[in-house]
């Protein structure tokens, strides 16, 4: 007969992972920056685009603002954009959403 295995304790072992409030800023830069590159550059997609509903735009709205002062969302014209939607979570916050399946099917 095995013998049941103990779930380690990830939350002791990754505290600066499994942190109690997320935090409103990106990590700092590492050595090594990841970078996928595109198959195409010059290829246009042509993505949908999402409403999001009255209920939601005031924090929507608040959401981008916040992400935008803290340089995690920029404001940029590019081809190969993604869509950008909400969808509300259960606590009364919103979860930004971003449409990637076209762009991933070039990289």
Known sequence: MMKPQQVPDFLAIFPKVFVKAVPEELPPVRKIMYKINLIDRTKLLKTPTFKVPPALMTKYKACINKQMHASILNRTSLPGRASMFAEA???????????????????
């Open 89 to 107: 979570k259960s606590d009364g916050r919103i979860r930004p959403l971003f449409d990637l399946r076209f762009r991933n099917n070039n990289t």
